[in-house]
């Protein structure tokens, strides 16, 4: 079963993704692998771009039956299991997905887990000819450091506190303010979407700063361009942080 799970991750990611970055990596300025990891790493944000336009989409409609919530959390205010099913009977009636910001930040997990395997247990600098496809060329040269500054093969302080910093803004953006909330009524459904708050705004960037400080600084320097990516998609589409 695990051998399955190996073959299937290198066939839909892990070789994909390496064949990707050799390539970039031959055909881009001084075969930079920072730059490499940039390139890549916009090329997969075009991707999943519908996935995160149906993220923010999400967040919007979860702005629009706040009231409904409110209002479902006062009628079963004394039956958190029954308040609980109403919110997810409502979700499911509006349609809304209001786990689709992580369901997005989970799709990228294995690509995050590719890159570290292609720093950390080998693939590059060393370039494993046997996973190139035919038509991918060995490039003349590798470098990796990025403009010269940063080894992506090694740890960064700098990206990683750039990933954390990147989350919370993004966080900030695509949420709106944090608005204030008398204090917790013990219910399911305000339970739920506090602590759901929270974890997203302040807990995950931090979070995702440790793991960042721990790994080769590639990981990290794709989700900052992510991250970027993203915000600057949230502000084409009209968000304010006073929004």
């Given at each position: 079963?695990?051998?399955?799970w190996?073959?299937i991750?290198?066939?839909?990611?892990?070789d994909?993704?390496?064949?990707?970055l050799?390539?970039?990596?031959?055909?881009?300025?001084?075969?930079?692998?920072?730059?490499a990891?940039?390139?890549?790493?916009?090329?997969?944000?075009?991707?999943?771009f519908?996935?995160?336009?149906?993220a923010?989409a999400?967040?919007?409609?979860?702005k629009?039956?706040?009231?409904?919530i409110?209002?479902?959390?006062?009628?079963?205010?004394?039956?958190?299991?029954e308040?609980?099913?109403?919110?997810?009977?409502?979700?499911?009636?509006?349609?809304v997905?209001?786990?689709?910001?992580?369901?997005?930040?989970?799709?990228?997990?294995?690509?995050?887990i590719a890159?570290?395997?292609?720093?950390?247990?080998g693939?590059?600098?060393?370039?494993?000819?046997?996973?190139?496809?035919?038509?991918?060329?060995?490039?003349?040269?590798v470098?990796?450091d990025?403009?010269?500054?940063i080894?992506?093969?090694?740890?960064s302080?700098?990206?990683?506190?750039?990933?954390?910093?990147?989350?919370?803004?993004?966080?900030?953006?695509?949420?709106?303010?944090?608005?204030?909330?008398?204090?917790?009524?013990?219910?399911?459904g305000?339970d739920?979407?506090?602590?759901?708050?929270?974890?997203?705004?302040?807990?995950?960037?931090v979070?995702i700063?440790v793991?960042a400080y721990?790994?080769?600084?590639?990981?990290?320097?794709?989700?900052?361009?992510s991250n970027s990516?993203?915000?600057?998609?949230?502000?084409?589409?009209?968000?304010?942080?006073n929004s």
């Open positions: 079963m695990l051998g399955m190996s073959a991750f290198h066939t839909v990611v892990y994909p993704l390496y064949n990707g050799v390539f970039l990596v031959g055909v881009l300025p001084a075969h930079d692998v920072g730059l990891v940039v390139v890549l790493t916009i090329i997969v944000r075009i991707i999943l519908p996935l995160a336009r149906r923010s999400a967040q919007e409609q979860m629009k039956i706040a009231p409904d409110e209002a479902l959390k006062a009628k079963y205010k004394n039956n958190r299991e308040q609980g099913r109403a919110i997810f009977a409502l979700y499911k009636e509006r349609d997905h209001p786990f689709a910001s992580f369901g997005l930040i989970l799709i990228q997990l294995p690509i995050l890159l570290y395997w292609m720093f950390a247990l693939g590059l600098p060393e370039i494993n000819a046997e996973l190139l496809y035919p038509l991918v060329n060995m490039p003349a040269s470098n990796m990025f403009f010269g500054l080894d992506v093969g090694s740890r302080l700098i990206l990683a506190a750039l990933a954390a910093v990147t989350q919370i803004i993004y966080s900030r953006l695509s949420m709106g303010p944090r608005k204030k909330s008398a204090p917790s009524d013990g219910t399911f305000g739920m979407a506090r602590s759901f708050d929270l974890q997203a705004r302040y807990v995950l960037p979070i700063g793991i721990t790994i080769p600084a590639a990981a990290p320097l794709y989700w900052v361009v990516f993203m915000i600057a998609q949230e502000l084409f589409m009209g968000r304010r942080f």
